[in-house]
């Protein structure tokens, strides 16, 4: 359909009119915004429907990727983009007298995700959807989305994030798809009269999951695939009578997202939660295979399972319990085909992050699933002790110590395992996943992650996506590699003065948002130094503050810094991680110190921006002149900041960590700052003693003595706590061990960045080098080497 100005035009008005009952100037911000997303979503409905038949008729392999995370941030803009209507509607806005920015920033970002691993889901779908690849979200529509972080006296305090409070204009409720999901009650097995042993369910407690989908628009190519979130409900039963404390519990499975991003959660609901999205998910699966199917003989060549970390692992029983109790298929039959359709990604190397479920609890809340894992357990031993005997079999068997071990499932039930970037996929083959790994080497792959470029570029940065289309062309917004074509241009000194103006550009943008939103002015000829991530030690937002209270003592002692810099965080911590919210109120009580201080004057801003989300990453992320990488080596699995700040420019200082290691080789080590301990030396480093470093080492000293002599205003508590951590009780991540070299290496950003011009050199170079990290390229591997799918020409 081709969309014209005047079309579009027309339907903007005659959708007020419809929803509205009104002319365009008397509606709310917020009910143009909810025209405009209705509109644009009639402009891909026709193509949703039609990619579902395609599909159908094709009988093409669908993949189904299970997470219980999506970060998608805004459809808007990206759909807008993807449809190719941007211009179009731009203009059709203007006349209308409307102004787009303020529209667009009405639409709320979805709660539906923590961090690093919900974006991930997301780029996937993106990508997949630009590349023709079959591939269908599956997650929870959770009511209130992470906590809206707030900061009172420079502590976190979470309000409820209302997402849906005015709906959401991209869902569509289906609830004649809805599925009935039992929890609890006995189970047990009762042979019927063909002599078929039927699973026979007594007192469960029903909850009805009904789906809304989300269409996931590709990049000008008429795909519309599906991102399909479910909902508990009541049974619709109406001869049944609810009390209200009934309702709230069915109620409660869907309400909350955990803001969980490693660990740290209430373990029931969240369990119930996981069996809810991956039963509902799997007969959805099931019904719609069978719709075209009359036997599961093809089930294998015509679906994809995807487990994204553990939180989905049940899907390996849920399938074998619908083929088994359902479709009446033998246990081996089951197993093979369970087997042949799931695969696995891991993404964490913290073993307290590793889901484990006490045997009890498990078997009260999923009677049936409990039953079929400890199947899958006896059999698992029965093979596998002979072979490679009882002590390494039982160290990885999905049941031990009266725990359901919830990656070694997914691992024995996969044909697929993969970490998600080259040293974490090592790491998981020679310590996490090790003894699996010795049972099934040839299950284990690496995949390292991506970002979509066409959100981190095109939609957040659209000075440089500009000033690439002029230099090297539009391809690499399709094919991203084709960046490569700006590394030819890094000599050219018109390109270079382009890029310095491109990111003075993004950096006033940003500082203009800083002083309305915070009231701090900020120098934007000073280099703007970003980390933003959720807050966690191992991340090591710490170790970035320290530099901070070191550059502060240096101009108290009268010293010039090298460069000036405004050091901007932005990170939310885990209600209940209390560590890392005493790390916030740190960083918080030091922007309350250095901001005021006249003599530091136009040398040094803390910058700590409120609620993190996929939004506020669009506004930091185009302004960044360095990228905070420093996690503690062996801990970060990849990171996917690193690789969008890459992509906008920003030169990374990093530790040799996840994917830091692999955006070296692709950058040069002239092109990149890094620091610290390898993964080697971290495990050898068998004496560690930071008690040590605090007494020898005069500078630290120093600066671990302002944490608790007064210097930092109103952070007693705190202070002392994140100085004991350091100090008494060996400094668990390596903070002070890392210290010395990461000044260093802060050091030499500062020299670097004094000279421009080999400053936007490197920062050309970062960007020419960044296409291999677009996650339509692990798409493309996935779909290849995991899922065996055919990548659709879009051309076709
Ligand atoms: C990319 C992204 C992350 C992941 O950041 P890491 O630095 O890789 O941990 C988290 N949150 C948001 C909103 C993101 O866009």
Redesign the pocket.
């Known amino acids: 359909m081709k969309i014209t100005e005047e079309k579009f035009i027309k339907d903007y008005q005659d959708r007020m009119m419809a929803m509205y009952s009104m002319a365009i100037p008397e509606a709310s911000k917020a009910q143009q915004y909810r025209v405009l997303a209705s509109v644009v979503r009639d402009y891909y409905a026709k193509d949703w429907q039609q990619t579902r038949t395609k599909y159908e008729k094709q009988d093409r392999k669908q993949i189904y990727y299970f997470s219980i995370e999506f970060?998608p941030?805004r459809f808007l803009t990206q759909n807008m983009l993807n449809l190719g209507i941007t211009d179009v509607v731009l203009s059709g806005l203007q006349k209308l007298g409307l102004k787009y920015n303020e529209i667009a920033g009405r639409e709320p970002d979805p709660g539906l995700g923590?961090?690093?691993l919900g974006?991930l889901g997301s780029a996937f779908l993106d990508s997949a959807a630009s590349e023709g690849v079959a591939l269908n979200g599956n997650s929870i529509r959770y009511q209130y989305g992470l906590f809206k972080q707030d900061f009172v006296n420079g502590y976190q305090v979470e309000l409820p994030d209302d997402w849906l409070r005015n709906g959401n204009a991209w869902e569509v409720r289906k609830e004649n798809r809805a599925c009935v999901v039992h929890f609890g009650g006995n189970v047990w097995l009762k042979e019927d009269s063909l002599g078929h042993l039927r699973a026979v369910y007594e007192h469960t407690n029903d909850v009805i999951a009904v789906p809304y989908d989300i269409g996931i628009v590709g990049y000008k190519n008429n795909v519309v695939n599906t991102m399909r979130l479910w909902s508990a409900e009541l049974p619709f039963n109406a001869d049944q009578r609810y009390t209200l404390a009934e309702k709230q519990q069915v109620n409660d499975i869907t309400e909350v997202l955990y803001p969980d991003d490693s660990n740290y959660e209430g373990r029931l609901l969240r369990l119930k939660q996981e069996y809810f999205f991956v039963s509902a998910g799997i007969q959805s699966i099931v019904r719609a295979y069978r719709k075209t199917h009359r036997n599961f003989n093809e089930f294998s060549q015509k679906v994809g399972i995807h487990i994204n970390d553990t939180h989905p692992a049940m899907a390996v029983a849920e399938l074998m319990r619908i083929l088994m109790d359902e479709e009446f298929l033998g246990w081996d039959r089951a197993w093979n085909i369970t087997t042949q359709v799931m695969s696995y990604t891991n993404h964490t190397l913290l073993a307290e992050a590793l889901e484990t479920w006490p045997e009890d609890m498990f078997a009260k809340t999923v009677p049936r699933i409990y039953q079929i894992i400890q199947e899958i357990d006896h059999r698992f031993r029965q093979k596998m002790v002979p072979i490679h005997g009882a002590e390494l079999v039982s160290s990885v068997a999905p049941i031990q110590d009266g725990q359901v071990r919830m990656a070694y499932l997914a691992v024995i039930g996969s044909h697929s395992v993969n970490g998600v970037a080259k040293l974490h996929t090592e790491l998981l083959q020679s310590s996490v996943l090790n003894g699996l790994y010795q049972i099934y080497p040839e299950k284990f792959n690496n995949k390292t992650n991506g970002?979509t470029m066409r959100r981190w570029l095109l939609v957040a940065n659209p000075r440089l996506s500009h000033l690439l289309n002029e230099a090297i062309g539009t391809d690499w917004q399709r094919h991203p590699d084709a960046l490569r074509a700006f590394k030819v241009l890094t000599q050219d000194k018109t390109i270079l003065q382009k890029l310095g103006d491109v990111k003075h550009k993004n950096k006033r943008e940003l500082a203009t948002q800083i002083q309305e939103q915070l009231g701090i002015k900020v120098n934007t000829h000073a280099l703007f130094d970003v980390q933003?991530?959720?807050l966690h030690a191992y991340?090591r937002q710490l170790l970035h503050a320290l530099y901070i209270i070191d550059e502060y003592l240096q101009i108290k002692d009268g010293k010039k810094l090298t460069v000036p810099r405004v050091h901007i965080f932005a990170a939310k911590a885990a209600p209940s991680y209390y560590y890392a919210k005493e790390i916030i109120k740190l960083i918080n009580a030091l922007a309350d110190l250095i901001n005021h201080d006249p003599e530091v004057n136009n040398q040094l801003k803390i910058v700590f921006i409120p609620n993190?989300?996929?939004s506020?990453?669009e506004k930091i992320i185009p302004a960044a002149d360095v990228s905070e990488?420093i996690s503690l080596a062996g801990k970060?699995a990849?990171?996917?900041?690193?690789m969008?700040l890459m992509a906008n420019g920003a030169i990374t200082l990093a530790t040799l960590d996840g994917a830091n290691i692999e955006i070296k080789d692709a950058v040069g080590s002239d092109n990149i700052v890094t620091f610290g301990m390898t993964v080697d030396e971290v495990e050898n480093f068998n004496f560690y003693q930071s008690a040590q470093i605090y007494k020898t080492n005069a500078r630290i000293h120093r600066i671990l003595d302002t944490l608790v002599d007064g210097t930092i205003p109103d952070i007693t508590t705190e202070g002392r706590d994140i100085f004991n951590s350091l100090v008494q009780y060996n400094d668990q991540y390596f903070v002070l061990a890392d210290y010395d070299s990461y000044v260093q290496a802060q050091e030499k950003i500062s020299q670097l960045y004094q000279d421009r011009y080999d400053w936007y050199q490197m920062s050309a170079q970062n960007i020419a080098a960044s296409g291999r990290f677009a996650s339509d390229y692990t798409i493309q591997r996935y779909a290849e080497d995991i899922w065996h799918v055919k990548i659709e020409d879009p051309a076709e």
């Open positions: 970060l941030g923590n961090g690093g974006r970002v933003i991530k959720r991340k993190y989300g996929v506020i990453a990488q970060e990849s990171g996917t900041s690193n969008k």
